[in-house]
């Protein structure tokens, strides 16, 4: 069965860092790829960064600069660094995979999580 669980959300004042990880099982992580999704109240869900299996990324322009996308296919995990958060960061944050068919830069994931609370304070 396909597993996906992200962990590191939480509360932080404006200006400060969060690092959240996402681990995965169940399909081929290595060739999958990799994005971080989110979503505040009464907004639509938006694509933050992702990850392909080589490596290329891709943030948002909203957190491009401040957020960093890795992953570490040895351990089935995907980070997000966030650093710079403001309150218009707060989110629930959520870990989604796919296969690389059809490309990364798409919102059509496949497996997703169910989500990690980031909150902002000013």
Not at 32 to 57: D, H, M, N
Not at 78 to 101: I, R
């Amino acid at each position: 069965a396909v597993e996906v669980a992200e962990s590191g959300g939480g509360s932080v004042q404006a200006g400060g860092s969060l690092r959240l990880s996402c681990v995965a099982s169940g399909f081929f992580f290595d060739t999958y790829c990799l994005g971080w999704f989110r979503q505040a109240p009464g907004k639509e869900r938006e694509r933050v960064a992702t990850i392909t299996p080589g490596g290329s990324i891709t943030y948002a322009d909203s957190v491009q600069g401040r957020f960093t996308i890795s992953r570490d296919n040895a351990k089935n995990t995907v980070y997000l660094q966030m650093n710079g958060l403001k309150p218009e960061d707060t989110a629930m944050y959520y870990c989604a995979a796919k296969s690389g068919e059809g490309g990364c830069s798409t919102d059509n994931y496949h497996y997703w999580g169910q989500g990690t609370q980031v909150t902002v304070s000013s």
